[in-house]
């Protein structure tokens, strides 16, 4: 039988970036595509899960832990969740994190895993980041380009960067802040936002899974930059697809994590999409 490590409650918050003007985090980008409100960032959802994860596993696991997410249903700004956490009965080294709202539906799920060894680290060499520059290539329904590069800035992560991302996210695990340690769930975002602000798409994006292997712990202070591509591309239901390969830097050489994402770049007319 499955064992529950910890269940609790908490409010997703859309945060206040001043970009997200025509993202499907803006109020009539949304309801453009059918939805009521704004959508609360999926790399926010996945960042939710990651709070038992980080409890239970601590140092090691954002050392070389993974964390997969998957979102289902919309999320909205101030909506209460239910995030349960539960240990898989056969292996002491994988959890399966859920989150759902007040109806009992699930908005996303995960699963996290603290591998005894530590992962081979890709070839750092093929991940050379790209500086952004336009204009940007524009991309049409269904051909965007397979290893179309994602640009990058390098930026320092700041002591107030951690703070506001904490207070997001509501994370209450006490290491993050005592030792200047970047959240779980900051490469996920940052390369989540670098890739969509890379190309003009049709429709704005909507996250829909996502995979980390963690490689190091990034702190404050440190530079952060991204490098990747496309994949692959696909359509399902009407919504155009693409998917990536993707790391995290600090500080120009320190390989901080290995993402994979899949995202619908272009969304069908006035879609019911079950995704954040």
């Known amino acids: 039988m499955?064992?529950?490590?910890?269940?609790?409650?908490?409010?997703?918050?859309?945060?206040?970036v001043a970009d997200w003007s025509g993202s499907i985090h803006d109020d009539s980008s949304a309801q453009n595509y059918g939805y009521r409100a704004a959508l609360v960032p999926g790399p926010s959802l996945h960042g939710y899960l990651t709070r038992p994860v980080v409890e239970r596993w601590g140092e090691e696991w954002l050392e070389h832990g993974t964390m997969s997410s998957h979102c289902r249903r919309p999320a909205y700004d101030r909506q209460e969740l239910t995030i349960t956490a539960t240990m898989d009965p056969g292996d002491a080294r994988r959890m399966s994190v859920v989150a759902t709202d007040a109806?009992?539906?699930?908005?996303?799920?995960?699963?996290?895993?603290?591998?005894?060894?530590?992962?081979?680290?890709?070839?750092?060499?093929?991940?050379?980041?790209?500086?952004?520059?336009?204009?940007?290539?524009v991309v049409a329904a269904g051909s965007i380009p397979i290893q179309l590069r994602f640009m990058s800035k390098n930026e320092a992560f700041t002591e107030k960067d951690n703070q506001d991302y904490l207070e997001l996210l509501a994370d209450t695990w006490p290491?993050?802040?005592?030792?200047?340690?970047?959240?779980?769930?900051?490469?996920?975002?940052?390369?989540?936002?670098?890739?969509?602000?890379?190309?003009v798409?049709?429709?704005?994006?909507?996250?829909?899974?996502?995979?980390?292997?963690?490689?190091?712990?990034?702190?404050?202070?440190?530079?952060?930059?991204?490098?990747?591509?496309?994949?692959?591309?696909?359509?399902r239901k009407g919504n155009q697809f693409y998917e990536t390969e993707e790391m995290v830097f600090a500080n120009d050489t320190t390989p901080i994590a290995h993402i994979r994402r899949s995202v619908i770049y272009a969304i069908r007319p006035k879609s019911a999409v079950v995704a954040a």
């Open 175 to 199: 290491v993050y802040r005592q030792k200047g340690l970047v959240h779980a769930s900051y490469a996920m975002r940052l390369a989540t936002h670098n890739g969509t602000r890379s190309f």
């Open 201 to 235: 798409s049709p429709t704005p994006g909507i996250y829909v899974t996502g995979w980390t292997q963690h490689l190091n712990i990034a702190h404050v202070g440190d530079r952060l930059r991204t490098a990747g591509w496309v994949t692959n591309s696909f359509e």
């Open 2 to 16: 499955s064992q529950v490590q910890s269940v609790f409650k908490v409010t997703v918050q859309l945060g206040h």
């Open 103 to 137: 109806q009992g539906h699930v908005v996303a799920q995960g699963d996290a895993t603290l591998p005894v060894d530590r992962p081979a680290v890709p070839d750092v060499a093929a991940f050379t980041s790209i500086a952004f520059q336009q204009p940007l290539p």
